[in-house]
């Protein structure tokens, strides 16, 4: 080897846009010392998502068994209250048997029970649930004088 040859290392090459090299020591120390904070936002935007999705399943769940409860609650009482309506009976008593109707109808014509004209209807109160449908017809006095039942499907 010649004399004067070698060369000496350089800091030039650990230049980076014009830091030198016992500056660049310096911030390394600073970011091993004190090294960057973990987010808190992450764990709270986590259990965020996690009650969101928790009431999203949940209203999932819920909402069409709490339909399906109801209109099987209503079915139950009205045929329970239908096995009560007899002929004859004031329109009072078919409310206290069946509950307030679904709907009320003007009906004209006579009504036929038995294969017999049972009277003139007036009125026809209506009840439904899913998929069926109570009936009961009222003479222009308010009496009984009929009534049906129906199932769709």
């Known amino acids: 080897m010649l004399r004067g040859s070698r060369k ?8 980076l846009t014009g830091m030198s090299l016992p500056l660049i020591r ?3 120390c600073l970011f091993r ?6 987010p808190q936002r992450s764990t709270s ?9 928790t009431v999203v399943v949940l209203a999932v769940i819920l909402v069409p068994s709490l339909l399906i409860g109801g209109c099987y609650v209503r079915a139950k009482q009205y045929g329970r209250g239908y096995s009560q309506v007899a002929m004859g009976q004031p329109k009072q008593r078919v409310i206290e048997a069946m509950g307030k109707p679904s709907e009320i109808e003007a009906c004209d ?13 007036s009125e026809t109160m209506v009840y439904y649930a899913f998929l069926e449908k ?13 009534k049906y039942y129906n199932v769709s499907g």
Do not use: H, T
């Open 45 to 53: 935007f986590n259990l965020r998502a996690y009650k969101i999705l």
């Open 33 to 38: 010392c004190f090294p960057a904070a973990e």
């Open 134 to 146: 109570w009936g009961v017809f009222l003479d222009k006095n308010g009496n009984v004088i009929g």
């Open 109 to 121: 014509g006579p009504v036929y029970a038995d294969g017999k004209v049972a009277g003139q209807c």
């Open 26 to 28: 310096q911030l390394g």
């Open 8 to 15: 000496e290392p350089s800091n030039k090459g650990l230049q």
